[in-house]
Nanobody, 122 residues
Framework: KVQLVESGGGSVQAGGSLRLSCIVS????????MGWVRQAPGKEREGIAS???????LYAASVKGRFTISRDNAENTLYLQMNSLKPEDTATYYC????????????????WGQGTRVNVSS
């Protein structure tokens, strides 16, 4: 059974940083695209970052230059370093896996976690 467990969310002031982690079990993180999606209250889910099996990274325009995605295949762990946080980054963040990275942004995820809440105050 695939399980993705996120951690690292919390409350921070604008301009601050957080690092999210996601431990993946029942799935080889080295064989799939992994990414982060987020959903703010009343808004649609948004794919924000992905990393493929060749460690190629893509970012949504809303987070590019501020967020960094990385993976540790030996530990089956995915990370999201979030810097220069803004109030509009407030959302629940989900770790996700997909056969193709396009699915992180367009839908069609294979699995995702329960989410970790990030709240950024101004």
């Amino acid at each position: 059974k695939v399980q993705l467990v996120e951690s690292g969310g919390g409350s921070v002031q604008a301009g601050g940083s957080l690092r999210l982690s996601c431990i993946v079990s029942g799935y080889s993180s080295s064989r799939v695209c992994m990414g982060w999606v987020r959903q703010a209250p009343g808004k649609e889910r948004e794919g924000i970052a992905s990393i493929d099996t060749n460690d190629s990274k893509l970012y949504a325009a809303s987070v590019k230059g501020r967020f960094t995605i990385s993976r540790d295949n030996a530990e089956n762990t995915l990370y999201l370093q979030m810097n220069s946080l803004k109030p509009e980054d407030t959302a629940t963040y989900y770790c996700a896996v997909a056969q193709h990275c396009a699915s992180i942004y367009a839908g069609g995820l294979d699995a995702w976690g329960q989410g970790t809440r990030v709240n950024v105050s101004s």
